[in-house]
């Protein structure tokens, strides 16, 4: 099992800068694909952007150019930069990560959301 804790959500105003931290416990024997994915107040939960073992990045148009996604594979940890914030990016952040176990299926972990609001 593993678990993923999400940190660094909060109150910015547009045009500010927020950065949110995922670390991953448990029985870890590798980490694939980590990511982060966004929900608004009344709209489907959406794909922010994703990093794999290698650093290859993914992301959404509407984040492109101001949020930057890293990771620390020593430290089971995947980070977002979050830069000129606008108030549509108000939402729960929720990081995501693939397990890939010794033996048996792959499995697919959510961490408990942290929220996010930009706001004057």
């Known amino acids: 099992q593993v678990q993923l804790v999400e940190s660094g959500g909060g109150l910015v105003q547009p045009g500010g800068s927020l950065r949110l931290s995922c670390a991953a416990s448990?029985?870890?024997?590798?980490?694939?694909?980590m990511g982060w994915y966004r929900q608004a107040p009344g709209k489907a939960r959406e794909l922010v952007a994703t990093?794999?073992?290698?650093?290859?990045?993914t992301y959404a148009d509407s984040v492109k150019g101001r949020f930057t996604i890293s990771r620390d594979n020593a430290k089971n940890t995947v980070y977002l930069e979050m830069n000129s914030l606008k108030p549509g990016d108000t939402a729960v952040y929720y990081c995501?990560?693939?397990?890939?176990?010794?033996?048996?299926?792959?499995?697919?972990?959510w961490g408990q959301g942290t929220q996010v609001t930009v706001s004057s």
């Open positions: 995501n990560a693939e397990h890939i176990p010794t033996y048996g299926v792959r499995g697919n972990y």
């Open positions: 448990g029985n870890i024997v590798r980490i694939s694909t």
């Open positions: 990093i794999n073992r290698i650093s290859t990045t």
